[in-house]
């Protein structure tokens, strides 16, 4: 299964960590007197008048005595509100150096400069505000000293903004376990929630060792706590607690990495033990349903002044950030309600009277790209059944449904947003990042499940069951035992909306991967003729390859995509391949179809596979007189018919792969090698293709590489597939051949007798044997 999974694919913006300084570090260097100073408290000593000599010669700004006032007014039992006082100082210096980082077109580390923040954490600053912040928690004194809530805001502010300016502080307060924790009995004050979060979001992202979250005091209480908008922020906290470390580069890792990784770690990863303690929160999934499914209204007009928001985009940061800007304005707007209160005005009123309305959309839009996220990597994870029985019951597709039109797929979306492909770290906009991340939800919930029938609604099932009736084949278990009562209400169901707007896709819009991934997974798993006449009759397989011959499209990952769904749409289907035929009517288009196939194998793989199946399959049905027609007429059938260019394409297969490349994303090139020997196998033709591949090693001058390569890739499969972990029944799914032929045939081929005619190394001449034996030695 190809599956993309990437969590940067929202709207981000402050850097984690500011390297350089450059300037700064020069002044520095020339303190030749107090060169060990970085050690945390050491300014707390230091005379008076000596600081203030230095602070002349180094523009400290007075940050060192205000630090070591800070201190000293910071003692048990102190007034904390001349320690107030005295931060706000000091946030005061500190803060213009954060906003000059926000705005100033995020300036690269290496150009950007912020001397006070480096001089508050280099004297101790840093420490000296964790130690305020926990002194509370640490004291034995019976009656423990209480911390204003602005006192606690400001600190962590201050904090957050050293994070982003100062190389290293978010590396050392990560460290801190003790410290990381401490900050989620911070969110239980809605006050402070907003800081807290934005800071523990920052921390995080840069720990080396994921938090375990059954580490955190009472969780389930503190999430229970939370309002709906709380609970929708602390997903983005949550989202690196549950997200595998190398997730974003999965298809980059070689399986044989991958292997060996597994063998060292047998045991549940963080991130696995973190889902299932999520899932043992009662009543999350169901309130995590329940706001991606919310409705926002919209106030008349919002939607014509959305474009005055693009501007926005490329400096909020991310939730926390609008919820701070959005209490601004609403504040604002009450102020001026005498001015504007007539709802039709909006529109024609200061941008500044009409925030409430339009980033309320906005502000919706980033929340669910978070609940959403999490709802993902919750449906991808070991305890997937349990989250599909949850989400179902929750009717979250159905939800989901009654928000496409007006929310999920707004028609008024800018048309020159850059959209990435989905392996980038993507600067998107929130609704950008909204649509993938509803793409990829739909795409984890259908894939190789049965609850895939409820993006459907009841019309369309009894539109399944009719095509059943009438092809006199029986309805799949699957779309019997669907509930009805959780399915799609309304004209359309999920499916088909998402059909129509990926019809009306630009042709160079990287929604098309994202779009055709989610389809696919709609047909993944046992094939159904119901479901691919379902997608047929409403014009599917046409749009596909208008795509691939006629759209110009130069994209691999989006052609990669519809080579995939056209596979699952047409395999074992001879009305798909009628419908081919009429399409491709001309040798230009077969050309053009075939030059898009053969410019990439690995892309096109699977759709070779499904090609190579479909005609073995009807080959055998030569009493059908449509199957005859089609067979006799089908320009692509009729060209895999030939013996030359089935072998060209395996010579192809196992030429492009080899044991140390082998990925998650190319393996499948190994599997539709082995389905064409399988099936040439069935007919007893295997001792003639091993042969022509031999002929092919000694005309191409490398003799024995190839055979080799493919013995070696032979004895990964079987470690690979074998394992008892492994679940293969894809393999058998998709192909319709039973697994245990799949397994017969590898160990026929890898048999080490020479004088049998179905053995590889019968092919290679001794001299050429064994050429990387060592590749998979342990």
Same mark, same amino acid.
């Given at each position: 299964?190809? *599956?993309f999974?990437h ?44 600081l ?5 010669r180094a523009?400290w700004?007075?940050i060192?005595?205000? *630090? ?5 007014? +910071?003692?048990p039992?102190?007034d904390l ?7 706000k ?26 001397? =006070?923040?480096?001089?508050?954490d280099?004297f101790?600053?840093v420490?000296?505000? %964790?130690e ?35 190389e ?11 410290? %990381?924790l ?10 402070? @929630?907003?800081?807290?979060?934005t800071l ?24 229970q706590?939370?309002?709906q908008?709380?609970?929708? =922020?602390?997903c983005?906290?949550?989202s690196?607690?549950?997200?595998e ?17 597994q ?7 963080r ?16 309130r995590?349903?329940?706001l ?6 919209e106030?008349?007009? #919002?939607?014509?002044?959305?474009q005055e ?6 400096w909020?940061?991310n939730a926390?950030v ?6 601004? #304005? ?5 102020? +001026? ?6 709802e039709?005005?909006m529109?024609t ?10 980033m ?6 980033m ?13 991808m994870?070991r305890?997937?059944?349990q989250?599909?029985?949850?989400? #179902? ?11 496409f039109?007006k ?10 947003h ?5 392996n ?5 906009s ?8 509803f793409l ?13 029938y409820? *993006? ?15 092809a006199?084949?029986?309805? %799949?278990?699957a ?5 009805? +009562? ?14 129509a ?14 779009? #055709?991934?989610?389809?696919e ?8 003729y ?5 997608l ?12 691939i ?6 994209s ?5 995509s ?6 699952e ?6 009305d ?10 001309t ?20 759709l070779v ?8 399959r ?28 089935r ?10 792969? =080899? ?7 190319n ?8 389905v064409v ?7 007893g033709?295997?001792p003639?293709?091993l ?11 490398y ?5 080799? =390569?493919?013995?070696n890739?032979?004895?990964?499969w ?10 293969s029944t894809?393999?058998e799914?998709?192909?319709?051949i039973?697994f ?5 045939t %590898? ?11 179905c ?8 001299? @050429?044997?064994?050429l ?7």
């Amino acid at each position: 299964m190809r *599956l993309f999974l990437h969590k940067h694919l929202r709207p981000r913006l402050f850097v984690k960590s500011v390297s350089g300084c450059v300037g700064v570090r020069r002044t520095f260097s020339k303190l030749s007197h107090i060169s060990c100073i970085h050690h945390s408290f050491v300014v707390f000593q230091l005379p008076e008048a000596l600081l203030q000599e230095r602070d002349k010669r180094a523009k400290w700004h007075g940050i060192p005595e205000l *630090l070591q006032k800070l201190h000293e007014s +910071s003692h048990p039992n102190s007034d904390l509100s001349h320690t107030h006082s005295v931060l706000k100082e000091l946030s005061s210096l500190l803060s213009m150096e954060a906003m000059s980082f926000v705005t100033e077109d995020r300036k690269s580390a290496q150009e950007s400069t912020f001397p =006070n923040t480096y001089t508050f954490d280099l004297f101790g600053g840093v420490d000296l505000l %964790v130690e305020i912040l926990m002194r509370p928690t640490l004291t034995m004194q019976k009656k423990k000293p209480q911390m204003n809530d602005d006192l606690v805001k400001d600190c962590l502010s201050v904090l957050y903004n050293c994070c982003i300016c100062t190389e290293g502080v978010t590396k050392s307060l990560a460290a801190r376990d003790d410290f %990381v924790l401490f900050l989620f009995t911070l969110m239980t004050n809605k006050k402070t @929630f907003l800081q807290t979060a934005t800071l523990i979001e920052d921390i995080l992202g840069v720990k080396k060792d994921m938090i375990q979250l059954e580490g955190i005091p009472n969780l389930s209480g503190l999430v229970q706590s939370f309002d709906q908008q709380q609970l929708a =922020n602390f997903c983005r906290i949550l989202s690196v607690t549950i997200s595998e470390p190398d997730v974003r580069n999965d298809d980059k890792h070689t399986l044989l990495a991958k292997n060996a990784q597994q063998k060292r770690n047998a045991s549940p990863s963080r991130a696995e033990v973190n889902q299932v303690t999520l899932l043992n929160i009662p009543g999350f999934i169901e309130r995590l349903c329940k706001l991606a499914t919310r409705k926002v209204s919209e106030a008349t007009g #919002a939607s014509n002044f959305l474009q005055e928001l693009e501007d926005w985009y490329t400096w909020l940061d991310n939730a926390l950030v609008l919820d701070a800007l959005m209490q601004m #304005a609403t504040e604002e707007a009450e102020h +001026s309600s005498t001015e504007s209160s007539d709802e039709s005005s909006m529109a024609t009123s200061p941008l500044r009277h009409r925030l409430p309305q339009s980033m309320k959309i906005v502000h919706e839009i980033m929340y669910k790209v978070e609940v959403l996220y999490v709802l993902c990597v919750l449906l991808m994870g070991r305890q997937r059944n349990q989250v599909h029985k949850m989400l #179902a019951e929750f009717r979250l597709i159905p939800g989901l449904n009654n928000l496409f039109d007006k929310l999920i797929w707004r028609k008024y979306t800018s048309s020159d947003h850059v959209v990435h492909g989905q392996n980038e770290n993507c600067d998107c906009s929130p609704e950008i990042s909204f649509k993938i991340q509803f793409l990829r939800l739909l795409q984890s919930f259908s894939d190789h499940h049965e609850n895939k029938y409820l *993006l459907l609604n009841s019309q369309e099932l009894n539109e399944l069951s009719a095509i059943s009736l009438k092809a006199n084949i029986p309805e %799949v278990e699957a779309l019997v035992n669907t509930d009805r +009562s959780l399915v799609c209400d309304g004209k359309k169901g999920l499916l088909t909306r998402l059909l129509a707007v990926m019809k009306r896709e630009p042709p160079d819009s990287s929604f098309r991967f994202w779009q #055709a991934r989610a389809v696919e997974s709609f047909l993944r798993g046992a094939t159904s003729y119901a479901d691919q006449m379902f997608l047929l009759k409403r014009g599917l397989l046409e749009h596909i390859l208008f795509c691939i011959i006629d759209s110009g499209c130069k994209s691999r990952d989006v052609l990669q995509s519809y080579f995939d769904l056209l596979g699952e749409l047409m395999k074992f289907n001879i009305d798909a391949f009628k419908r081919f035929n009429k399409y491709v009517s001309t040798d230009d288009k077969f050309q053009t179809f075939m030059t898009q196939i053969n410019s990439s194998l690995v892309d096109s793989n699977m759709l070779v596979r499904c090609i190579v199946l479909s005609l073995d399959r009807f080959e055998s049905q030569t009493e059908d007189v449509k199957v005859v027609e089609v067979l006799s007429e089908c320009c692509l059938l009729s060209y895999m018919a030939r013996v030359e260019n089935r072998l060209s394409f395996l010579f192809r297969l196992v030429n492009v792969i =080899n044991v140390q490349t082998l990925t998650q994303e190319n393996v499948s090139c190994l599997n539709t090698s082995l389905v064409v020997l399988m099936l040439a196998r069935r007919r007893g033709k295997l001792p003639f293709y091993l042969n022509t591949l031999r002929e092919k090693e000694y005309a191409e001058k490398y003799p024995g590489c190839l055979l080799n =390569n493919f013995h070696n890739l032979l004895r990964f499969w079987q470690r690979h597939y074998l394992n008892k972990d492994k679940d293969s029944t894809c393999l058998e799914n998709s192909s319709c051949i039973p697994f245990d032929y799949w397994k017969e045939t %590898v160990s026929v081929l890898l048999v080490s007798d020479r004088t049998s005619l179905c053995a590889i190394a019968s092919y290679i001449d001794e001299p @050429f044997m064994d050429l990387d034996r060592d590749l998979l030695e342990d």
